[in-house]
């Protein structure tokens, strides 16, 4: 059973540029989230996807978007992007909404130089 | 406002030394405590979830158990191939979002 799929796995980009991270969910799993990881904060939730809606939301800016396609995967948009912005970006997968396990992909390395 | 605390920050230990990691909680209302592993460039690997306290639950070496207040990862005799950063997360009435601790780092040496 293949896992969360997440692309690319390292990405390099310039401050103001935008960048796209996408994710393909375990085969079945409805539900995809997304985190933050950086040394200094830990992991911190973006959003949450379910049938093509973002149902919740975390603290972050609105430069930080995602969505959701009929197919389960999803994609995060980050515009304007901040040395800041500079983390491991996460996506989990769930078969369903609420606290069944999720299962997370090996992330997505972004610089921002 | 749902709070994790992980302690200690890191912990070294030789091995075959068992020993405990400890997850402190504040939620409004739990809904599950989940225990996650992660290696270097990794993304986290889910270990147990916990719904409710007194609730157990074993996998090899680690035994996660949780109370109403904390849950706690014992070890028992640790390989170095143990090593790895053990992450817990709580999710809470609040909504669907795992809010995570900042980790206990684990060094086990031969």
């Known amino acids: 059973k293949a896992g969360v799929t997440q692309t690319p796995r390292y990405l390099i980009k310039t401050r103001g540029q935008q960048v796209t991270l996408s994710c393909s969910p375990i085969?079945?799993?409805?539900?995809v989230s997304w985190y933050q990881q950086t040394p200094g904060q830990g992991l911190q939730f973006l959003f949450e996807?379910?049938?093509?809606?973002?149902?919740n939301k975390g603290n972050f800016p609105g430069r930080f978007s995602g969505r959701q396609f009929s197919n389960s995967r999803s994609e995060m948009n980050v515009s304007t992007l901040e040395l800041g912005d500079s983390a491991l970006y996460l996506c989990a997968s769930s078969l369903h909404r609420g606290l069944t396990e999720a299962f997370f992909g090996q992330g997505t390395r972004l610089t921002v130089v | 406002e749902d709070q994790v605390t992980q302690s200690p920050e890191a912990l070294r230990l030789q091995e075959g030394e068992s020993s405990s990691l400890n997850c402190s909680y504040t939620?409004?209302?739990?809904?599950?405590l989940f225990w996650y592993r992660q290696d270097p460039g990794k993304g986290p690997e889910f270990l147990f979830t916990l719904y409710s306290a007194g609730e157990e639950k074993e996998k090899e070496r680690l035994k996660a158990t949780l109370t109403k207040k904390e849950s706690f990862l014992h070890i028992t005799a640790p390989k170095p191939e143990d090593s790895a950063t053990y992450l817990c997360?709580?999710?809470?009435?609040?909504?669907?979002?795992?809010?995570f601790g900042k980790g206990t780092s684990l060094l086990v040496t031969p």
């Open positions: 997360a709580v999710g809470s009435n609040s909504g669907y979002a795992l809010n």
């Open positions: 939620v409004s209302g739990l809904r599950g």
């Open positions: 085969s079945g799993h409805r539900s």
């Open positions: 996807y379910f049938s093509e809606t973002q149902r």
